[in-house]
């Protein structure tokens, strides 16, 4: 059987980041995990930042089609669909044994500079689900989606870094059950006689 191009095991190799650790991961681990020469590194990314780079942008893709896909197939008013967000975010926690929190929160934090290229990556990321939020609380009639939308991504990523420090998954779960109340609170508020 053929090998898969290098570029593309360097790319499997890179959950290597995602499950170790970024600075924890040195380059010749990442080569020796993908079985390719560190020409082919620089060849096809340049650097190992711009490594990290491409495996987040793919896991942002991916993020963003399944939450689309899961969150349709779920829900088909605003506020189930907000709910079925937290769904998701519960399933990936319960599944994935090596579930280490988000991706995006991790690399932040690692490059600890909020100018480095992977902060401004997982910038994007947390503001593409900010959008998300907003625009079905907007939907929803919530009277202040951007605050609301704000909330629920706090608790979202709450729930992210809770879930992984605690190795516990039910964590998630609780965050589905403030979101609604979060939610029920927004859309009450909305509706009350003035």
């Not at 929160?105 to 690692?110: G, P, Q």
């Not at 809770?162 to 939610?183: E, F, G, H, K, Y």
Request: charged fraction near 30%; aromatic fraction near 6%.
């Amino acid at each position: 059987m053929k090998k898969p191009p290098p570029r593309d095991r360097l790319m499997k190799a890179a959950h290597l980041f995602y499950n170790e650790g970024i600075r924890a991961v040195g380059i010749n681990r990442v080569l020796d995990e993908a079985d390719t020469s560190i020409m082919s590194l620089y060849r096809n990314f340049g650097s190992k930042d711009a490594l990290v780079e491409a495996y987040l942008e793919r896991r942002n893709q991916r993020v963003q089609e399944k939450l689309d896909r899961e969150v349709a197939r779920r829900a088909t008013t605003p506020r189930d669909r907000i709910l079925a967000t937290y769904d998701v975010l519960a399933e990936v926690v319960f599944v994935d044994e090596l579930y280490r929190g988000c991706a995006f929160i991790n690399a932040s934090v690692e490059m600890a500079s909020p100018d480095h290229p992977l902060t401004q990556l997982a910038i994007r990321h947390k503001d593409a689900m900010l959008g998300r939020f907003a625009r079905e609380a907007r939907e929803a009639g919530a009277p202040d989606p951007e605050t609301l939308a704000t909330q629920l991504l706090l608790l979202m990523d709450g729930a992210f870094v809770a879930s992984d420090m605690r190795r516990d998954p039910s964590i998630a779960l609780q965050a589905r059950t403030a979101a609604s109340v979060l939610l029920d609170a927004a859309l009450s508020s909305a509706v009350a006689p003035r």
